[in-house]
Every structure is written in C-alpha cells, then in structure tokens.
C-alpha cells in the first residue's frame, strides 16, 4: 500500500491576487474611518464659542410679480341686518292748490260775447289770452264779422272777428282797443317741470274748473262748474285734439274756459248739454297749432 503524503500550503499574500487585494481594502477603510473619527473628535475639542450675529444684509431687487389667481367664489350671503330707528319727520310740504286759490280771479279773464244782427243773434263767453284778442268758439261767432264784448262785466266795446276754424270749432275775436284786465297763458307743452318734479297738465280723472256766462243768470259774473275729464283723444276728419268732462255746460257758456287745480288753461268749451257727461273742449294744443293762422285772417 503506498503511502499517502498531506501537502500543507501556507496562503500567499500578494498585490497580484484577489485575496491579497480585499485584505489590503479591508485594512484601508478601517485606518480612513478611524482618521475621520479622530479629525471629528479633534476639530469640535478645538471649535471655539458661537460668535455674534453679523448685520442684515442690503435687501435684494423685488422680484416680478406673479399672475393673479383666479376669483374665488361668492360666499353665502349674509342675513339682512336690522331696521334702523325711524328718522325725524320733514318739514310739511306746501299744501297742493285748489281751485278755491285762484278761481274768483280767473273767472275775470272769461268775455261775454253778445251778438245782436238782423240775421244772426248769438251770445257766449270767450277767453282773454292778450289785452286785445280773445279765444272763442267758431259757432258762437259764425255769420258775423263783428261783435259786442263785455270785459270783466264792463259795457260793451266793439270787437271784429279776425279768424275762423270750423274743423276745430275755434275763433279769434280782436278789440278794437287794447283793454286792462287779467289774460291767460297758454301752456308750453303737456308736462310741466317744477320743484324737481314732473307733471301733467291735463290727464284722464284730473279734476277741472269750467267757467262761462249763462244769459239767463247774469251776463256781468261767469258761472263756475266742476266736474274731471273722461276722455282725450283725437276727432276725425284732421284729428283735432278734444277732451270730454263730466261737469254741468248750458246755453251762452261756449267760448268759455277750461281750467285745472293749477290755473293752467286746457281749452275752449266747445258743446253744451242739459245732463252731465257730454261735455266737450277743444285742448290748447289745437289752439296753439292755429293761432297765427287765425291772427292772419284765415276763414275756413
């Protein structure tokens, strides 16, 4: 039997073997980790006191500005908050006018129109608008070319009938002298603007003052009627502008006037009846409209 012989190598070390080289790492980490642990130990044992805050800095530039986010949404909103205490009461405001104001003086600016031909008898009431010119209506005056006026209940002047529009129902009778006395205004337009505010001259239920003579009562003092107006509307054939009032006309008061709570003149009297509710007014717009007409002579 032969004999067995147990080699034994011992390990060799070497740069050029894969053992030699990881134990040489191994050694190099450790040495490195133990160099920085005592540079550590070393460098806070040597670290001085914390020194003293050092001054601001200078601010820097401001930045551009960003873009606006977008806008929320509304919240809930919110519960109303309580009535406040009750202010002090105004000054009273000046009492709103009436007729009663003015209508004793008005009712010297309405003419009683007396007309005493051979052919033609007539007498009615008519309305100063000037010293010299009164307004009436065309059917008192038709087929005379010059009348009789008492002014302000005075005697008689003579007085010559200068226009005539029978579409409208209107007259312009002219003195023959220019005569003192109260006279009216024609209104501007419709609507009046005063005191801030703005108003009709006339509408639908104003309440209105008719004044004319009636012959059988007394040709010196106009009577007085109330009623309001019902109706405004435009008549055919030329769609003349009218009103209807539901006051009480007789006989010897057309011609004569139609007035509101201010003492504005609305219009010419134009019909009369023996019942309430058919009484109608030419407005002064018409009157207005034809005018010059009438004061150059016109005949139609």
Not at 239 to 264: C, L, R
Request: aromatic share 8%.
């Amino acid at each position: 039997m032969p004999a067995v012989v147990n080699i034994h190598r011992e390990p060799v070390y070497s740069l050029k073997t894969s053992h030699g080289n990881h134990t040489i790492i191994t050694l190099n980490t450790r040495v490195l980790a133990l160099f920085t642990v005592l540079s550590m130990v070393i460098l806070l044992a040597c670290q001085g006191p914390v020194g003293e805050t050092g001054p601001a800095g200078e601010q820097g530039p401001q930045g551009p500005q960003g873009e606006q986010g977008r806008t929320g949404k509304d919240g809930a909103r919110g519960f109303p908050g309580h009535v406040g205490p009750r202010g002090p009461a105004g000054l009273p405001g000046e009492p709103l006018p009436d007729f009663s104001d003015f209508i004793g003086d008005m009712r010297n600016a309405i003419t009683f129109i007396n007309i005493n031909m051979p052919f033609t008898q007539s007498q009615g009431s008519g309305v100063r608008i000037s010293p010299t010119e009164i307004i009436t209506a065309a059917h008192v005056v038709i087929g005379a070319s010059r009348v009789d006026v008492s002014v302000e209940g005075a005697s008689y002047q003579g007085a010559a009938v200068t226009g005539l529009d029978f579409g409208r129902d209107l007259a312009l009778i002219t003195l023959d002298e220019p005569t003192p006395g109260l006279t009216v205004n024609l209104p501007v337009s419709d609507q009046v603007f005063e005191n801030l505010s703005q108003r009709a001259v006339a509408d639908i239920g104003f309440e209105v003052a008719l004044i004319g003579f009636v012959p059988e009562i007394s040709n010196i003092t106009p009577v007085v009627t109330f009623g309001r107006i019902g109706a405004m509307w435009g008549t055919l054939p030329g769609d003349y502008a009218v009103g209807q009032v539901d006051a009480a006309v007789t006989h010897g008061m057309s011609g004569g006037g139609v007035f509101n709570k201010f003492g504005e003149y609305l219009g010419v009297v134009i019909t009369t009846s023996n019942f309430d509710g058919n009484i109608r007014y030419v407005r002064f717009e018409e009157v207005k409209k034809i005018l010059e007409d009438l004061r150059a002579g016109v005949r139609r």
